[in-house]
């Protein structure tokens, strides 16, 4: 069973950066397409970002120009990097991998608090 690992999530203030990173582990399988979601208080959860084992990234309007994603295969890791925080980005924060076999795996998320 894969097991996703999160780290880096604090609090910051408004206009501040926090990075986050996510370690795979027990990969049996190789891992194909990674990405970070949130989930707000009150909020479902959704997508932020994605990069394929490639370095294909894809980003949601919200944070396209504030936060990168990027991954390092050899550590079955991914990051992200998040920039100029805003009280809305307050959030608890998760990574997701998929494997070549298509299952999806979970971290178990990182709270980040952003103060105004």
């Known amino acids: 069973q894969v097991q996703l690992v999160e780290s880096g999530g604090g609090l910051v203030q408004a206009g501040g950066s926090l990075g986050l990173s996510c370690a795979a582990s027990r990969t049996t399988f190789r891992i194909n397409d990674m990405g970070w979601y949130r989930q707000g208080p009150g909020k479902q959860r959704e997508l932020l970002a994605t990069?394929?084992?490639?370095?294909?990234?894809v980003y949601a309007d919200s944070v396209k120009d504030r936060f990168t994603i990027s991954r390092d295969n050899a550590k079955n890791t991914v990051y992200l990097q998040m920039n100029n925080l805003k009280p809305e980005d307050t959030a608890v924060y998760y990574c997701?991998?998929?494997?070549?076999?298509?299952?999806?795996?979970w971290g178990q998320g990182t709270q980040v608090t952003v103060s105004s």
């Open positions: 990069i394929t084992r490639a370095g294909k990234t």
């Open positions: 997701n991998a998929e494997s070549m076999h298509r299952e999806v795996y």
